[in-house]
């Protein structure tokens, strides 16, 4: 019993199809989940369709996803998602765990986040990763803050997302940086990037696609993904090597097709030997007017050259032809990539939010 009412954490299972007495549940964990966001943002920026829901968790075959919810007198109030990387020497698990607001401080989120790392130890995993997200709005300046190992950022120190992590043993690892990018970018602002990218990657040229990878590039830039968790900044945080091939290019393209959020991608590769060096991704919503900027890599060999420059700027210039009702970009880095940040800011991104990532070792 927590307060008045009676709490139970149950799976909930993934439904063959929407709109039956088997998907009711599922569809019911949306719908919080959808309230959540609402009331987090203020807005409808991470408000999904129980559609775009499924197609993410169906995908399973390099991520096992399970999903949990508490339950109280019947009403849906809360989830846990445990993902688990499937590598064979993956030892970390990542948990999302949210509780509606009207019955936090009732010991819900502390039976969601037990009930994850139980899932966590069952299957062998010693290093877990939760999250806290802090809309810029929320940030008092000057207020006392926690801080990662390695960045500039602090999440506020009063917030009851942060306090709930530290009192269940979890240590800060990693900040990141959302921020938010208004469209069209200015003209003489573009046009002064460019010239300057161009100037310093005279080797390079950039590729872009839509959807899916060229079959004659699949293999490169599959190759130029795995560099995700060699080369960018992680040194507070646990995170397993990711193997890309092909098929999981194929897959991953699919998943955000069904989604409904296919992506724009446009590489740079290096003339003299054919080598991609750098990328960057953007998902573009079917509707909407807002989209969201995913990967953004330079493989280490290549850096100083502008490429992540010259790629965001080209796969801009592609998505106001392809999508010219899309006005906000949002983006995410880690706090102490300043290469990447410096980028961001010449480009006139602004601060969206923190977000926290929560380590903790299972013993």
């Given at each position: 019993m927590l307060g008045d009412g009676h709490v139970t954490i149950v799976r909930i299972p993934l439904p063959e199809r929407l709109g039956t007495p088997e998907s009711a549940a599922f569809e019911e964990?949306?719908?919080?989940?959808?309230?959540?966001?609402?009331?987090?943002?203020?807005?409808?920026?991470?408000?999904?369709?129980?559609?775009a829901e499924l197609a993410s968790f169906r995908a399973q075959e390099f991520h096992e996803k399970l999903?949990?919810?508490?339950?109280?007198?019947?009403?849906v109030v809360g989830r846990v998602v445990a993902d688990f990387p499937l590598e064979e020497d993956a030892v970390t698990a990542t948990l999302l765990v949210d509780v509606a607001p009207a019955v936090r401080g009732r010991g819900i989120g502390a039976l969601l986040l037990a009930k994850g790392e139980e899932l966590a130890a069952d299957g062998g995993r010693t290093a877990v990763s939760a999250y806290t997200e802090h809309p810029a709005a929320t940030i008092r300046p000057g207020g006392d803050v926690v801080r990662a190992s390695a960045g500039s950022s602090g999440l506020p120190a009063d917030s009851p997302d942060v306090r709930f992590a530290l009192s269940?043993?979890?240590?800060l690892g990693q900040i990141e940086r959302s921020s938010e990018l208004t469209l069209p970018l200015d003209p003489g602002r573009a046009a002064a990037l460019l010239a300057d990218a161009v100037d310093h990657s005279r080797d390079y040229r950039t590729i872009s696609w839509w959807r899916h990878a060229?079959?004659?590039?699949?293999?490169?830039?599959?190759?130029l993904k795995e560099r995700m968790t060699v080369d960018v900044p992680h040194s507070?945080?646990?995170?397993?090597?990711?193997?890309w091939t092909p098929e999981r290019v194929r897959r991953h393209e699919d998943e955000l097709i069904e989604r409904g959020e296919p992506l724009l991608v446009t590489v740079a590769q290096h003339i003299p030997s054919g080598e991609l060096a750098a990328y960057t991704e953007i998902a573009v919503p079917d509707d909407g007017d807002k989209a969201e900027?995913?990967?953004?890599?330079?493989?280490?060999?290549h850096r100083g050259k502008r490429l992540?420059?010259?790629?965001?700027?080209?796969?801009?210039?592609?998505?106001?032809?392809?999508?010219p009702r899309i006005h906000?970009?949002?983006?995410?880095?880690?706090?102490?990539?300043a290469p990447m940040l410096a980028v961001n800011d010449a480009f006139g991104f602004r601060p969206h939010a923190l977000t926290g990532n929560w380590q903790k070792t299972l013993r």
């Open positions: 964990l949306v719908s919080v989940m959808n309230g959540i966001a609402v009331s987090l943002w203020g807005n409808d920026d991470f408000v999904y369709t129980a559609e999903l949990f919810a508490a339950v109280l007198d019947g009403a269940h043993g979890y240590r060229p079959d004659e590039l699949a293999s490169a830039f599959s190759a507070g945080i646990a995170l397993d090597d990711e193997a900027q995913y990967d953004t890599l330079v493989a280490a060999a992540g420059t010259l790629v965001k700027l080209e796969n801009l210039r592609r998505l106001s032809d392809l999508a906000r970009l949002l983006t995410w880095n880690a706090d102490e990539n």
